[in-house]
């Protein structure tokens, strides 16, 4: 079962998360797979994919946010556009669309930032968000400090971690076809009163007391982790390997209905929204060309039927709503 495990290491502020995705992420493989159209993801695709997934996660689970952590990457290549979206109770969904053939061993560069027009957007969409409410969203290059393209996801978003938390972060992501899992590492502010060492002493300085020395230690404890390890191995095991000598404080696995599972938020009320805000005339013709509107959900892949009688019902005034883009005719 897919489990998430959270720890802190005792009198340090350095706190860690492990994530292992197994029957989440083999169910969404599952529905691609099954999709005729779309067919199944391509490797590198897959494992952008399950790693995004298990960037996701931990990133919500590290944040206290009543709304969706939904992680982009929109891309100049074969690759347009994938998307991994989490809930504040770790129901999570993903989907990627691929156009074109993706080479079996194509890096991230030449699947998404062909022509320097790569980039990866991080969401956080409010619950219950009010008409005309914007999400909040942070969007960083697919470019190291240097000017060279970044070929790892977890590069990407430990910047992102930097620019909006002002934390050093050290992320370890992995994914194939059958396990998407991450371990996330995070200095704590030790100022405040938040300070795990109780607030006992001042700390004026984290880096002046060598604070960030125990950060930096775990960190690359942390970063000597490979990606069969992260893939093959129990959460238990990968942490009592890489952390044996330090002091490690571990909370309650989030497992089953608390953990990480596969859950759509797709309902037949969207995509008739959806249908609304294309607008009665492009409706019309799409009615005049085929008889019905089929619409399909990318993320599980449930179909959508509205015929006429249907169609004609969305477009009555009782049942418009004010969306985006489907002003009332
Ligand atoms: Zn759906």
Not at 93 to 114: E, F, I, K, Q, Y
Not at 297 to 315: A, M, N
């Amino acid at each position: 079962m897919s489990e998430l495990h959270k720890f802190l290491f005792d009198g340090l502020p350095v706190r860690g998360m492990l994530v292992r995705l197994t029957d989440t992420w083999t169910e969404m493989l599952r529905r691609r797979a099954s999709n005729t159209q779309s067919g199944a993801y391509p490797e590198p695709v897959q494992q952008l994919l399950g790693e995004m997934l298990a960037a996701a996660a931990l990133m919500q689970a590290n944040i206290k946010f009543d709304g969706a952590l939904i992680v982009q990457v929109s891309g100049d290549g074969p690759v347009k556009l994938a998307v991994a979206e989490v809930q504040p109770d770790l129901a999570m969904r993903a989907t990627a669309s691929v156009r074109g053939d993706v080479a079996p061993d194509a890096s991230l560069s030449a699947m998404v930032n062909l022509h320097n027009q790569g980039r990866c957007a991080i969401t956080l969409d409010p619950r219950g968000r009010f008409p005309g409410q914007q999400p909040y969203q942070g969007v960083v290059p697919l470019f190291g400090d240097r000017g060279e393209k970044l070929e790892r996801l977890s590069e990407v978003l430990e910047h992102y971690m930097l620019q909006s938390e002002q934390l050093d972060t050290t992320l370890v992501l992995a994914a194939n076809g059958s396990v998407a899992a991450g371990l996330l590492i995070q200095r704590l502010p030790t100022q405040g009163s938040g300070n795990l060492d109780g607030g006992a002493q001042a700390v004026p300085n984290e880096d002046g007391i060598g604070r960030s020395e125990d950060y930096r230690r775990i960190a690359l404890l942390a970063a000597s982790l490979q990606r069969d390890e992260l893939l093959g191995l129990d959460a238990d095991t990968i942490l009592r390997r890489l952390f044996w000598e330090e002091s490690v404080t571990r909370f309650e696995p989030m497992i089953g209905d608390t953990g990480p599972r596969f859950a759509c938020t797709c309902s037949r009320e969207k995509v008739g929204a959806m249908i609304v805000g294309l607008g009665a005339e492009e409706a019309q013709s799409i009615l005049d060309e085929r008889g019905d509107v089929e619409v399909a959900c990318e993320f599980c892949g449930l179909q959508y039927h509205f015929d006429p009688i249907d169609v004609t019902q969305l477009f009555q005034p009782s049942s418009i709503r004010a969306e985006p883009g489907g002003a009332p005719h």
